[in-house]
C-alpha cells in the first residue's frame, strides 16, 4: 500500500516536470522501481498467504481510510476547539484580563523573593 | 531508593535513573527516537532506564517531574491576559496545547508507569537546574546561579547549595527574576531575528557573534534595562515572544535593528548586511556577558563563597561563562555537561534524593557518561554481515593507528563505551579529525556535518597538557571539561592548530581525563572534537546514535569514512575517493538521496573508463590527470554502496572543467565562505536543488593539486555546470 501511495506521487512529480526531460527520465525511473516493488510485494503476498491475501489486503486498505478518517476528525475538532477557545477568548477573558493588567501594573521590576513554601514541597503541582 | 527524574514537553526530553544516590544512567529521547530536540514524554528513555538498572516501575520509590505543569499553566494563561486582545492567535493554540496534554503530568506519569499517583513528585523547573549544577559538580559550598528561557515563572535564579558534614544537603534558591523578563529569551530573539531555530540555533549565534564587533550594543541595551537592585527588565516594546507563539521580535525591534534575515539566506561577511547580522550576534553576546558577569560579582559578594554553579541552557554560553570565571570573583565554576533541560532530569531525581527524602549526600560520579553503550559485538555482526573491511586493535595499537589516520587527513568516527549525556560529544561519540589545517574545519563543516561555515569545532585534549596550548584562567580546566569554557589558544599554536581555533583566536576546549581518544594528542597531535550526530547521516537533523540499533543504520550509510570504535573498525572507502563515490552513485543509483542529478547533462565531454578489479574497490588514485580544460579524478564504487546500487567494482573517471570555479566561496549549508584560504570555488547560480546532500570531492588530492579545493554544487543541474562523469 505504501509502495502505491508512493507511486502516485512520483507520477505527479513526473507530470509536473515535464519541462525537463532528464528529471523527467529520472522519476520515470523511480516510477519503474516503485511499481516494482508494488508487484513484487503483492506476489510475495500471494505467495505467502494464498487463502487470504486478499482479506488482508482489504484489511490494510480498511486501515487505511481509518487513519485518514482520524486525520481528517482530529482536524475538524481541531478547528472547533480554535473556534470555541476564540469565541470564549473575547466574552470570557476580558473582565480576568483587566484584573491581569491591574496585578501586572502593580508588579515591581527586578527581584522577587521565592518563598519558603513554593520551594520546599514536592507534591504539588503549584 | 530508587528515584527516576523526567524532563518533557518543551524540548530536550529526557529520563534518569538515581538508585540510592547515585546516578545509574540517563538519556535524552532524542538519542533513542532519532528525533532532534525530541520534546514527547520520553517513553523510550524511561524503558531504556528501567531495563538498563534491570528494575520495574513498581520496583520505584518515586518519580520526579522536573516542573510544576500547574505553576507553568498559570504562566501561560496569565500572559495571554496580560497581552489581552493582541494575543488572541496564540491563546488558542496555547490552551489546546497545556489543556490537551501538558498538565495532567501526574496521570500521564501515572498511567505510563502504572505507579500510584502518589509517587509523582514535582520540583520546580529552576530547582532542577540548580540541583544539576549544584549536586554533580565535587564542591561542598557554592553560589548558584541558573538562567535560561524560562520554567514555571522564573528565568533566572540565584541561591547557594551546601553539603553539610552530617551528610544533609540544602539548595536554596533566594531570589528569581520572572516572565517576561528574561536573559534567555533576549538571546532567543536574537537567535530567531538572525533566522536560526529558538532553542536550538543559539550556538549557532555565539559562533557568528566572534566574526562581528559589538557595534550596537546600546541599541541592544535598550532592549534590557538593568533595575537599582541589580536584576533586569526587558522593554516588552521590542518583544512579542510573551503574546506571539509566531514571532518573538516585535516592529519596533525590526525598525531598531533592520530587517530580520530570512532563514536559508547566507550570511556573506563581505556585504553590510551580512557584517549587520554578526555584529548583532556580537552585540547581544556582549550584553548577554555584562550582564551575568555584573550578577555573578554581586553573588560572590553576597555569598563570599569560592565556587559557583552555573545551571540552565544560558550556562551552555562558553564565552560568557569564561569571562564569568575571569571577572567574577568566583576561583570555580561549575557547568555540569547537560545544563539545559535533559540535565533537569537528573537534577530533579537528585533533588528528590537529597533534599524531599533527605537521604545522606553521595559523591556523584564526575562523568557525563551516562547513557547506552556500544557492544563491540553486535558492532562487530553488523559489519561482518556488510562484508566490511573490520579490524581489532588493542588500545594502544587503536590509538596509535588512529593518531596516524589524523596525521594523514583521516577524518575518524569515534565510538566509546556508554553515550553522552547533555547535548556535547565529549570524546565518546565524537567524530576526530586532525586540527592542523582549516581546511579539516571547513571540510567537516561543509561534508560531513552539512553546516554553516563560521561554526568552530572543540579541541580534546588531556587535562594536564591543555594549559601548553590554550590561556587557561584559574579554573579554566575545570570549566573546559564539559566544553563548557572558550579560551584563548595561545598563539604560537594558533597556526598549527587552525582548524579548531576560532576567528577571534578562542577555542572551545575539551579537557578530558578519563576519555581514551584525548590520549590520541600525546601519541601525535592534538585532535578535533564534534559531535558525530550530523557526521553520520546524510539528514543533519538526526541526533547522533546512542546504541547498536542506530548505528547499524549509520553504517549502511555511504557518508563515513573510516568508522572506529572500540574494537571494531571498518574502512569503507580512503577519504579521497569518498566523495566521488558517491558522484559515481548518483549517476547509477537514481534511487539515492542525490538521485535527482541529471547524469546526461553533465556528460559533456570525454569520459574515461578504467580498468576494475573486485579487489580495488573502496580506493582511489591518489592525483588525478590533468587533460585539457579539465581535472579527471578517477574513483571507485564502494563495497558497500553496490548493494544500494552502484556497479559493482565499477571504476569510472569524473572530470571537472577547470574554468568553473570562481572567486566565490560557498559552502553546502548555504553560507558565504568567510576565510581567504580556499581557492576555487562554484558560484551560486550552480548550487544543486538541495545543497546540503551533495557535493563533489572537497579534498581529492589530484584536485588540491590542481589548485582545486571545493567542488561543492559544481554538477547541479539546470545550470551550467561542466563537470560530468560516467
Redesign the interface.
Known amino acids: 500500500m505504501s509502495e502505491r501511495a508512493a507511486a502516485g506521487r512520483f507520477a505527479i512529480y513526473h507530470d509536473i516536470v515535464a519541462d525537463d526531460p532528464p528529471t523527467q527520465a529520472v522519476f520515470e525511473e523511480i516510477l519503474r522501481d516503485e511499481v516494482f516493488h508494488m508487484t513484487y510485494t503483492h506476489t510475495q503476498l500471494a505467495r505467502i498467504s494464498p487463502d487470504s491475501y486478499r482479506r488482508r489486503l482489504w484489511s490494510a486498505r480498511v486501515r487505511r481510510v481509518w487513519k485518514q478518517y482520524l486525520r481528517v476528525a482530529t482536524a475538524i475538532a481541531n478547528l472547533f476547539g480554535t473556534i470555541m477557545l476564540t469565541l470564549q477568548y473575547f466574552i470570557l477573558i476580558p473582565p480576568f484580563a483587566g484584573l491581569a493588567k491591574r496585578a501586572l501594573r502593580r508588579e515591581r521590576p527586578g527581584w522577587v523573593g521565592i518563598r519558603p513554601e513554593r520551594r520546599d514541597s514536592l507534591t504539588r503541582q503549584y | 531508593m530508587k528515584i527516576l527524574g523526567i524532563s518533557a514537553h518543551y524540548h530536550d526530553s529526557a529520563a534518569a535513573l538515581v538508585c540510592d544516590g547515585v546516578p545509574v544512567c540517563a538519556v535524552q529521547e532524542e538519542r533513542l527516537s532519532r528525533r532532534k530536540n525530541d520534546a514527547a514524554f520520553p517513553v523510550a528513555a524511561i524503558e531504556w532506564c528501567l531495563d538498563h538498572a534491570g528494575i520495574s516501575p513498581d520496583d520505584l520509590d518515586a518519580v520526579?517531574f522536573y516542573e510544576?505543569?500547574?505553576?507553568k499553566f498559570?504562566r501561560i494563561l496569565?500572559s495571554?491576559?496580560?497581552a489581552?486582545?493582541h494575543s488572541?492567535r496564540s491563546?488558542?493554540?496555547a490552551?489546546?496545547n497545556s489543556i490537551g496534554e501538558k498538565?495532567w503530568?501526574?496521570g500521564i506519569i501515572s498511567s505510563y508507569l502504572g505507579v500510584p499517583r502518589?509517587k509523582v513528585?514535582?520540583?520546580?523547573h529552576h530547582?532542577a537546574h540548580a540541583a544539576t549544577a549544584f549536586l554533580t559538580a565535587p564542591t561542598p559550598r557554592a553560589a548558584i546561579l541558573t538562567a535560561d528561557g524560562v520554567g514555571e515563572w522564573?528565568t533566572l535564579?540565584v541561591?547557594h547549595g551546601e553539603r553539610r558534614t552530617d551528610g544533609a544537603t540544602a539548595i536554596?534558591?533566594?531570589?528569581?527574576?520572572?516572565f517576561p523578563?528574561s536573559l534567555g529569551m533576549l538571546y532567543s530573539t536574537f537567535t530567531a531575528f538572525l533566522g536560526f531555530a529558538v532553542n536550538e540555533g543559539e550556538y549557532k549565534v555565539m559562533g557568528l557573534a566572534a566574526y562581528g564587533r559589538p557595534t550596537q550594543v546600546d541599541r541592544v541595551r535598550k532592549l534590557i534595562r538593568r533595575?537599582?537592585?541589580?536584576?533586569?527588565?526587558l522593554d516588552l516594546d521590542y518583544f512579542e515572544f510573551h503574546s506571539s507563539a509566531k514571532r518573538s521580535y516585535s516592529s519596533r525591534f525590526i525598525e531598531l535593528f533592520g530587517p530580520p534575515r530570512a532563514p536559508y539566506k547566507p550570511i556573506d561577511l563581505d556585504t553590510a548586511e551580512g557584517r549587520r547580522f554578526a555584529d548583532c550576534a556580537a552585540s547581544v553576546q556582549r550584553v548577554l556577558e555584562e550582564t551575568l558577569v555584573d550578577m555573578t560579582v554581586a553573588l560572590h559578594q553576597e555569598t563570599g563563597l569560592p565556587d559557583l554553579c552555573l545551571g540552565g541552557g544560558v550556562a551552555l554560553n562558553g564565552v560568557a561563562n569564561a569571562r564569568i570565571l575571569a571577572e567574577s570573583g568566583f576561583e570555580r565554576v561549575f557547568v555540569p555537561p547537560a545544563p539545559g533541560d535533559a540535565g533537569c532530569a537528573l537534577g530533579a531525581a537528585l533533588?528528590?534524593d537529597r533534599v524531599?527524602f533527605g537521604r545522606p549526600d553521595r559523591d556523584v560520579p564526575d562523568h557525563p557518561f551516562w547513557g547506552p553503550s556500544v557492544n563491540a559485538n553486535d558492532l562487530l555482526r553488523v559489519a561482518t554481515e556488510d562484508g566490511q573491511t573490520v579490524e581489532q586493535f588493542d588500545d594502544t595499537a587503536l590509538i596509535e593507528r588512529t593518531a596516524d589516520e589524523l596525521f594523514a587527513g583521516s577524518i575518524v568516527g569515534w565510538m566509546e563505551g556508554a553515550c553522552e549525556f547533555g547535548p556535547r560529544a565529549l570524546g565518546h561519540r565524537s567524530i576526530l579529525a586532525a586540527p592542523r589545517l582549516v581546511e579539516t574545519r571547513d571540510r567537516l563543516n561543509r561534508d560531513i556535518k552539512y553546516r554553516e561555515e563560521f561554526r568552530p569545532f572543540a579541541p580534546v585534549l588531556p587535562i594536564d597538557v591543555a594549559d601548553r596550548y590554550f590561556e587557561l584562567p584559574r579554573g579554566g580546566a575545570r570549566l573546559g571539561r564539559f566544553m563548557s569554557g572558550v579560551f584563548p589558544v595561545r598563539p604560537e599554536w594558533r597556526a598549527r592548530l587552525a582548524a579548531i581555533t576560532h576567528i577571534d583566536g578562542s577555542a572551545r576546549t575539551s579537557a578530558a581525563a578519563r576519555v581514551k581518544c584525548a590520549c590520541i594528542l600525546p601519541v601525535r597531535i592534538a585532535s578535533l572534537s564534534a559531535p558525530i550526530y550530523r557526521g553520520l547521516h546524510s539528514d543533519s537533523a538526526r541526533p547522533r546514535p546512542a546504541a547498536s540499533g542506530p548505528i547499524a543504520s549509520c553504517l549502511s550509510r555511504p557518508t563515513f569514512i573510516n568508522l572506529r570504535y572500540r574494537e571494531a573498525r571498518s574502512t569503507w572507502s580512503i577519504l579521497p575517493a569518498w566523495c566521488t563515490t558517491r558522484q559515481t552513485l548518483a549517476q547509477r543509483s537514481?534511487?539515492s538521496p542525490v538521485?535527482?542529478v541529471?547524469?546526461?547533462?553533465l556528460c559533456s565531454a570525454s569520459t574515461i573508463r578504467l580498468p576494475a578489479s573486485r579487489s580495488d574497490c573502496g580506493e582511489s588514485w591518489p592525483g588525478s590527470r590533468i587533460s585539457g580544460p579539465f581535472h579527471s579524478i578517477p574513483c571507485f564504487a564502494i563495497g558497500a554502496m553496490n548493494r544500494n546500487g552502484a556497479e559493482p567494482g565499477c571504476a569510472t573517471s569524473i572530470n571537472i572543467r577547470k574554468n568553473i570555479a570562481t572567486r566565490s566561496p560557498r559552502c553546502n549549508a548555504g553560507l558565504q565562505k568567510m576565510t581567504p584560504s580556499t581557492s576555487a570555488r562554484i558560484p551560486p547560480r550552480c548550487w544543486m536543488r538541495n545543497p546540503k546532500r551533495y557535493s563533489l570531492p572537497p579534498s581529492t588530492i589530484g584536485a588540491r593539486k590542481g589548485g582545486w579545493h571545493n567542488c561543492a554544487g559544481c554538477v547541479c543541474?539546470?545550470t551550467k555546470a561542466d563537470s560530468f562523469s560516467r
Open positions: 520526579v510544576r505543569s500547574m505553576l498559570e496569565t495571554a491576559l496580560r489581552f486582545p488572541w491563546f488558542p493554540s490552551m489546546k498538565v503530568v501526574r502518589g513528585l514535582f520540583t520546580t530547582q522564573a535564579t541561591g536554596t534558591l533566594v531570589r528569581e527574576i520572572r523578563h533595575t537599582p537592585d541589580g536584576a533586569f527588565t533533588y528528590a524531599h537514481p534511487g538521485w535527482h541529471p547524469a546526461e547533462r543541474s539546470g
